[in-house]
């Protein structure tokens, strides 16, 4: 058989699982720069984890304001003036949304803790579609290198394998057969 050259190797599957898994964010295999964008990524994964981990309060939920109608009457509301505007947390509990009321007093910390939440939310899909990227990044990375690996196994294949059988079934060395053709 002839020398397989690496081209030849990689115009296989391993280089088209290769290109598929890199288009759209890294156009080229150099691991020299997979392993620059690679840190790049990382130290912003450590700068997210860092924000998620800060210890900061949360509150889930939303606020809303509403206007409410007394049943008085004779009262204004229910002319179409409404009492209010209040404030509620709104909130799933169990599968079931509840509305708790927040007083006026305490309505910027609860706005501050839901903000933080919300905030929260947002740094972990940033995370989280990072994480994606970092994976991605290292798929093309691994196919790269699957694609090297593929070329030097067919490159060795190609090669006769010579080895002395003794008179036992073993090779000079006291191999067996099958452990021969494994090494």
Known sequence: M???SERDACSGPATAMAKRLTSGFDRTLDLNGSGHRLRELREKRNSLEEQLI???SLLRGSLVSQFKTCGKKNCHCQ???KHGPFTYLSLRVAGR????FIREAD????EELVGNYRDFRRV???L???NREISRLLDGVEAARLCGGEALFLQQASRPQRFMVGAEGTDSGGRSEQKRRLT
Not at 97 to 100: C, D, E, V
Not at 107 to 110: D, G, K, L, S
């Open 97 to 100: 949304t509840k509305m708790l």
């Open 107 to 110: 309505r910027a910390e609860v």
């Open 124 to 126: 972990k899909a940033e």
């Open 79 to 81: 002319n179409g003036k």
């Open 128 to 130: 989280a579609g990072l």
């Open 54 to 56: 800060a210890g900061i």
């Open 2 to 4: 002839g020398d397989v």
